[in-house]
């Protein structure tokens, strides 16, 4: 199957995105923030519907509507973790002005709608510079504010007590999350977004309670479910996401099981 190129650029964007989405996804679990991420990719889709009105390409419509998006959220601080109702309404609105985007321009619907469920089969060259620029760019940042951000992710009160602005690193850490969504949505779509975010991250956690295990143990997963779930999808022409969700199903009630044992 890698004689055919569509397949090598698969695994290249597929590998770097699960990398990117393992490492930020463990701190987004750890910090509770799972669900302003889902909301995050909402947001990213109404980017894109709207950047195509515009005759802007979705991808960057996406990442920029995804990043402001991200920003405003971390601006509520360590409150944010309380507005999961706040969070659900804006999110479902997000889809709701997406869908009414992609109505008033239904020439792109194809394009668009695969925003939804992920395309990875489709990566071209190009969008897998900007995949892996994303990707070094979000690690690279991440590296950048990993003191603080452990520091007001483990002992909130204490950080803020030395002077760590809890605002600013929750700030920092979901436009950074924000980044990750939108690559992470051209493999497994608006909707799947949790698959390689959370799953990964979340079965590493219930494995491993050593922060560098856990963050090498979640990029490992996230890597292994993605290349699997392309190759199945190759050998059995059933949809990538649906198999990389499988898998990350699989591998995190494993964990479970794994943590009640142990």
């Known amino acids: 199957m890698l004689e055919y190129d569509f397949m090598v650029n698969a695994f290249a964007a597929s590998g770097i995105v699960a990398v990117l989405a393992g490492i930020v ?12 991420g889902h909301a995050l990719s909402h947001v990213g ?3 894109a519907t709207g950047a195509v009105l515009l005759g802007v390409s979705p ?63 489709g990566v071209n060259r190009d969008t897998l510079g900007v995949l892996a620029a994303l990707a070094v760019a979000s ?22 007590a030395k002077g760590v602005s809890l605002r600013l690193v929750s700030m920092l850490f979901l436009g950074i999350a924000a980044l990750a969504v939108a690559a992470c949505t051209q493999i497994v779509g608006v909707l799947l977004v949790f698959t390689l975010m ?11 309670t050593r922060l560098s295990a856990g963050l090498v143990l979640a990029a490992l997963l996230a890597l ?3 290349w ?4 199945l999808a190759y050998y059995t022409d059933w949809p990538t996401s649906f198999w990389i969700t ?3 199903a699989l591998v995190y009630g494993a964990s479970l099981i794994g943590k009640r044992q142990s």
Do not use: C
Not at 25 to 36: E, K, N, P, S
């Open 59 to 121: 991808m960057w419509g996406m990442v920029g509507f995804t990043l402001a998006a991200g920003v405003s959220m971390g601006a509520l601080g360590e409150k944010l973790a309380g507005r999961d109702v706040a969070i659900g309404v804006i999110l479902s609105l997000a889809l709701g002005f997406g869908l009414l985007f992609l109505h008033f321009f239904t020439s792109y619907a194809t394009q668009v709608t695969a925003l939804l469920f992920g395309n990875v089969l």
């Open 25 to 36: 996804g463990y701190f987004l679990v750890m910090r509770g923030q799972t669900f302003a």
């Open 198 to 208: 959370v799953g990964p991250a979340a079965a590493a956690q219930n494995l491993t």
């Open 139 to 160: 690690l690279g940042a991440l590296a950048a504010i990993m003191r603080p951000l452990l520091f007001a992710s483990l002992q909130p009160e204490l950080a803020e």
């Open 224 to 226: 292994a479910q993605a």
């Open 45 to 47: 889709f109404t980017g």
């Open 228 to 231: 699997i779930g392309v190759a």
């Open 246 to 248: 499988a898998l990350a």
